[in-house]
């Protein structure tokens, strides 16, 4: 498993590795997604470094309420709330997790398709 010496999130979060932030505060920092699949792809992510939601644990509530609020914020700021949009979390290797730093991809912009591929 990714521990956060190996973390690319982590880096991203401690500017060891740029990145097109848009928010950061003392919980959490977005950033826009280095391969888009749509027209707004932000990523969202917690500071502190867990690995997929199958990690997530009690004292983790208030973050993940914080990421949702955030996504919601983001999606007025970024114009796409009125169209409406997708907030993501893939966990996992059938989920299709690639970096295990759990994050969640905001999506707007298109009308994006349901189910998922
Ligand atoms: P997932 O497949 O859900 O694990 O999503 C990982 C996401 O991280 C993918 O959409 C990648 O394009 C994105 N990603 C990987 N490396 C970077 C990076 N250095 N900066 C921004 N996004 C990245
Ligand atoms: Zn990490």
Redesign the pocket.
């Known amino acids: 498993m990714t521990s956060p010496e190996n973390c ?2 982590c880096k ?1 979060i401690a500017n060891e ?4 932030k848009v928010f950061e505060d003392e919980a959490l920092f977005a ?7 749509a027209p707004l ?1 932000i ?1 969202i992510i917690p500071k502190k470094h867990i690995t997929s939601l199958n990690e997530l644990l009690h004292e983790d509530i208030d973050l993940m309420g914080q990421i949702v609020l955030r996504a919601s914020l983001l999606a007025k700021e970024f114009g796409i709330s009125d169209h409406g949009y997708r907030l ?3 966990c996992g290797e059938f ?6 730093h759990i ?1 969640f ?1 905001l999506l707007g912009g298109r009308h994006l398709t349901w189910p998922p591929g």
């Open positions: 690319i999130f991203i590795i740029p990145s097109k950033f826009h997604d280095i391969s888009p699949v792809h990523l993501v979390n893939n989920g299709g997790q690639t970096v295990h994050h991809h």
